[in-house]
């Protein structure tokens, strides 16, 4: 059962422990506790994530408003490249509403500028379901890779893209995931720096749907040279009695590495290098029935095991508003953005329409080495 504490003072300050929600003025802890019944968090807490605080709502920064989505990688040339939906981007902003635009963020997160980028074999219009939407980003050795929903024009299947020339030109595949609505990918350091191993990975919530809540989330790899090449995807199957991953080409045997029913829907993953953590960002807005939360969780592995670091269905002690509100629709820590000891991170997130960014200080509590990072094509164990 998850205990939740209300602030008594007003400071800002949110931390998290365990899982649960704390908003805690820096000298006093409130101690009147609330059953979260149904709202769970699905997973146990971190033993490495003790707790994290949350810089005061007042300090969030928010550029090209009218503007979200924003699924974000770190590129070649030191910047980050993300991609905006629903919006005409940063300032000054392009003439026509889009539902898929691209950016260049340089610098840092304190003080960063957005800088569209026009591409007219990329972008897209179209309100909705209607217009396709990018749902990941990725740079692998100097190709920007780019995940696109609602290929089918009505909120369902995903496609891939990819720029040689940092998102002014795009190529598209002849080939698209009918049973994937919202698929993401693993994001490691800069130009894919320090990946696992030679492969790719994708996540996404287990249903052909961009707008409804699924039960869990499935699990694709790619060797990192045939990211465009339909044939050499594997799906994650199970584990076997061994505890060893197992994998299947065919994509109807895919099994599930999270399961959060209900709650499944925009979602992003990154590896926090010095805590040696993968980071899940999880959103479900209810809009079929299921849940409408934001949640983070980690793990040592890509495919788990899970464990809880933050789950809350409030927005600075309110209920989640409806739209475009509080945490937004969606969510990511972009790798650049984390810090040399993987303590502070800041969110990237579509609250009130936006380019948001917040803060976010963790607190450890456990000791994990992280893994040996080395060049794509050479796996490392």
């Known amino acids: 059962m998850a205990a939740w504490r209300r602030l008594r003072a007003s400071t800002g300050v949110a931390l998290t422990i365990a899982g649960a929600l704390v908003l805690a003025d820096k000298t006093q802890l409130g101690t009147d506790q609330v059953t979260a019944g149904s709202s769970d968090p699905p997973y146990p807490p971190s033993p490495v994530i003790k707790g994290i605080v949350w810089a005061p709502a007042e300090s969030i920064v928010r550029r090209a408003q009218g503007s979200d ?80 929903r609602n290929a089918d024009g009505a909120g369902c299947g995903s496609r891939l893209a990819w720029s040689t020339d940092h998102a002014r030109t795009w190529q598209w595949a002849d080939w698209e995931f009918a049973e994937l609505g919202y698929p993401c990918f693993l994001n490691f350091g800069r130009n894919y720096d320090g990946a696992r191993d030679e492969y790719v990975y994708t996540y996404s919530p287990d249903t052909p749907s961009a707008y409804r809540e699924a039960d869990a989330v499935v699990l694709a790899r790619v060797p990192g040279g045939r990211i465009a090449d339909r044939g050499a995807y594997e ?74 670091v933050f789950y809350t269905e409030e927005w600075e002690g309110q209920s989640i508003p409806a739209g475009a509100g509080g945490w937004g629709e969606a969510q990511h820590f972009p790798a650049k953005w984390i810090s040399e000891d993987g303590l502070t991170l800041y969110l990237v997130f579509s609250g009130d329409d936006s380019f948001s960014v917040r803060r976010m200080d963790l607190v450890g509590g456990g000791t994990v080495e992280p893994r040996e990072a080395g060049p794509i094509g050479a796996r490392r164990h």
Not at 239 to 253: F, L, Y
Not at 281 to 287: A, C
Request: aromatic share 12%.
């Open 69 to 148: 989505n924003w699924p974000l990688t770190w590129a070649d040339d030191g910047h980050l490249y993300t991609a905006y939906g629903d919006g005409n981007g940063f300032e000054p902003k392009v003439p026509g509403k889009l539902s898929l635009g691209f950016a260049r963020i340089v610098g840092g997160p304190d003080h960063f500028t957005g800088i569209n980028v026009h591409s007219a074999t990329g972008e897209q219009t179209g309100d909705g379901p209607r217009g396709r939407k990018a749902s990941g980003m990725l740079m692998v050795e100097g190709v920007l890779y780019m995940w696109v």
């Open 235 to 308: 799906f994650f199957r199970s584990h076997d009695e061994a505890g060893q991953t197992t994998w299947t080409a065919d994509i109807s045997r895919r099994g599930p590495v999270f399961v959060l029913p209900g709650g499944c829907n925009r979602m992003d993953v990154v590896y926090n290098r010095p805590l040696g953590r993968y980071l899940m960002t999880m959103r479900s807005r209810g809009q079929v029935g299921g849940r409408n939360h934001f949640s983070i969780y980690d793990a040592p592995e890509p495919w788990g095991p899970w464990t809880t």
